[in-house]
Every structure is written in C-alpha cells, then in structure tokens.
C-alpha cells in the first residue's frame, strides 16, 4: 500500500517536496490488531504543527516516516476480538493505504447513521472540538453574541450553528473569501459575516457588532484576537481553539497589542484542548446527528480524490481550499 512521508522540516509555509508517497509493505494484523483499508484520511491544521521538531502536547512527525492522522476505513482482516471482515472503523493512522491497527486504537463507527466522513468531521473531532469548546469552555447563554474567526472551515461553521441552535442573540463570522461569507448567512444562519481580507479586522467586527460581543470563539489568532479583545463586554469570554494565521511563521507573533483590556474588562480567555473534553462524546453526538437528520445542522465537506493528493489538500487546507471539512477520499 502507499504512505506518505515526511520528507523534511518546511521553514514557513509547506510545499509539496516537504511530503512523499512511498509505497509500503502491508503488514497482516497480529493477535489483538485490524488490518483496514482507508476510505477517508483527515487533514487538520495541527499538523502543521507536528512537522516542526518542537515538544508540544502531541509528538512531531519524524523525516522519513509515515505520518498519521484521524482516518476512517473497513476492517479487511482482524485478529481482534469483537472486530469482523467489514466493519467500519475510525483510527489514527491515516495518510495510508492499509493500516494495522491495535483494536484498543480503532473505535467502530456507523455508516448507516453517517456517512463515513461525517466521523472526521461533524461527528467526530472537530464536532466535538466546536460543541465543548462553545457549551463547556466558553459556557455559552442564551442572549450572548457570538464571533467565530474561521467561521467557513470545519469547527468554526460548526461553532456558528450550535451557537444559533443554542440560542445565541447574534452570531458573527469572519471567512477569507465572498462565496464563504455569503455562505455563512444564507446556509448556515449567521446574522452577520465577513471577509477578514476587506480591512482590518477591527473595523469589520465593529460594524458586525455595534453593541460588542459576549464570546469570541478563536481560531485564527493575530489581528482577530486583538479585534475580538476590542469589542468584548465586561466579563466577556474567549476560547483559545486554534492560532492558525500563526502556524507558518518564521517569527513569534506580535500581540494582541491590547491584552492589557483583558484587566478592566475581567476577561476570561481559556486554552482548549479537544482531547479534554472525551466525556461529553455521547451526548454530543447524540444531539449532533438529531441536528443532522432534522437538518437544521449542515456539517459541509471539502472532498480531495486519491492518496496522491493528501499533500495538496493539507496545503491547501492551509491556504483555506476548504469549506467545512478537508478530507481526502481513496
Ligand atoms: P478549517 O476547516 O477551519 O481550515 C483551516 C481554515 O483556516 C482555512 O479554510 C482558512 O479559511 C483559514 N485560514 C488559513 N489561514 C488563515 C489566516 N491567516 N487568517 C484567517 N483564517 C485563515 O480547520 P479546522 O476547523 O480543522 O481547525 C480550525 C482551527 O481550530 C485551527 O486553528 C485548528 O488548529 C484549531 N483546532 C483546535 C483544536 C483543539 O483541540 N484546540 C482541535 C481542532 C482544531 P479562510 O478561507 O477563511 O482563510
């Protein structure tokens, strides 16, 4: 089967020579493992992260090794109790063909409730990711008046329809191009939206939100935390998910030039880590897939064709090529 490597370490911005499809031998599953043939590979912006050499909460990817990720597949054999031929299965090793998998790795998904992307997306990391970064960390009321940077990607066109679902007063986003803004208000509900690349942010979220807002829901960083600190309200909240406008610099970042607001203001601004928040698994999905079916949910995807191609969708990931959810299908 083919794997993509990482072929070495990109200064700033990845280019395609940074990855390598190599192919592989298929190594048969051993007592307590599953062979699965991947259908969908996840592409995620940490890991931009995880192709520097630094120590970070998850392990960087070593030069000449096949990277992982989040993948969903069939089991097409098993040595693993509770594991038949056929089975659908979301695991970590993506960026592959084939996979052999530790069955205590492998978690089995239902293709008759989603499809199988879906497990990538809306129902599966991001989902959860947007759910307990909106309800658990950012402690969403009713009445709040929501702003989500990244608003047409995967978690943030998530964290605008919860927060609507869930009774925000106004919900703004912020999107790099026209057709992702217009979007964000005719399909997904937004009250109000815009092109972060119109202006400088703060004058866009100024006129988005007159009155201010309650909770920023972060995941660009930069010029859209510092605006976000700006129109925040006394005892406003923030939730810290992601920093991407940051993740290909050469230099550390400046700013938020006015974190100094964060006093006067009382501010709380809160680290997320998905990974945290495992336990409210059941009950997100659960109201998550009742969203879907009643359609008042949209868990949009971006689909890549062919393993050939993972290298350019994580780039274009990147570059905001995707709406909704970046996947790769083989
Ligand atoms: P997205 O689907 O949102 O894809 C990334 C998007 O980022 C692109 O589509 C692009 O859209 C946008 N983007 C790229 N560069 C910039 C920039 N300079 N300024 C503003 N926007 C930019 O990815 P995810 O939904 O998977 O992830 C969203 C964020 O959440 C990321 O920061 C990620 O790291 C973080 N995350 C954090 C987790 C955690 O546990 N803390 C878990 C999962 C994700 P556009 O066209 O609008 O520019």
Redesign the pocket.
Known sequence: GREWHLAARPQGWPTPDDFVLVEAPVRQPEAGEILVRNAFLSV???M??RMNDVKSYIPPFQVGQVMDGGAVGYVVASAAEGFEVGDAVLHGLGWREYATVGAAHAVKVDPELAPLSAYLGVLG??GL?AYA?LLEVGALKEGDTVFV?????????LVGQIARLKGAKRVIG????AE?VAKLVDEYGFDAAFN??DGPVRDLLAEAAPDGIDLYFD????D?LEAAIGALGVKGRAV????????NDTEPPVGPRNLALAIGKRLRLE?????DHYGLQPQFVAETAGWLRSGELKGDETVVEGIENAGDAFIG??????????VVRL
């Open positions: 995620d912006p940490y931009r992260g990391m991001p990711t970064g940077s990244g608003a047409a990607g995967a978690v943030g066109s912020s999107a790099g191009s992702k972060y690349k995941n660009v960083g930069g859209h810290l998910c992601g920093a991407i406008a940051q993740y680290g997320l880590l998905v990974g990931l990147l570059r905001g090529a995707n709406t909704g959810k970046m």
